[in-house]
Nanobody, 129 residues
Framework: VQLQACGGGLVQAGGSLRLSCAAS????????MGWFRQAPGKEREFVAVLAWNGGTTYLADSVKGRFTISRANAKSTVYLQMNDLKPEDTAVYYCAANVRGIASSGVTYYSNNQVYDYWGQGTEVTVSS
């Protein structure tokens, strides 16, 4: 599985961006797709995930109400719509795929970057104040 993320850029605080992540593979609908981010000097942190079974979404508290994750299975693509961006959202954003098909997994499971099997190359988001 290969993941290609794009859509990052420079935006002013309060602005919006939509990140996209296109995946290869024939069974995209069975992948749980997540987004993580890593700011300079910080560890990679969980942002959002859209689980494969039932489309359950989980968001980090820091982005709830501002970010939305969605997917288009026909395009094998997952999106991260980011609104009301803040300078603290500045980071490299990575998409990731969990292809294990585990049912009934919650945010504790999906927020662990160790459960993702494939990672995209990252796309940089810079929010100016």
């Amino acid at each position: 599985v290969q993941l290609q993320a794009c859509g990052g850029g420079l935006v002013q605080a309060g602005g919006s961006l939509r990140l996209s992540c296109a995946a290869s593979g024939r069974t995209f609908s069975r992948y749980s797709m997540g987004w993580f981010r890593q700011a300079p000097g910080k560890e990679r942190e969980f942002v959002a995930v859209l689980a494969w079974n039932g489309g359950t979404t989980y968001l980090a508290d820091s982005v709830k109400g501002r970010f939305t994750i969605s997917r288009a299975n026909a395009k094998s693509t997952v999106y991260l719509q980011m609104n009301d961006l803040k300078p603290e959202d500045t980071a490299v954003y990575y998409c990731a795929a969990n292809v294990r098909g585990i049912a009934s997994s919650g945010v504790t499971y999906y927020s662990n970057n160790q459960v993702y099997d494939y990672w995209g190359q990252g796309t940089e988001v810079t929010v100016s104040s």
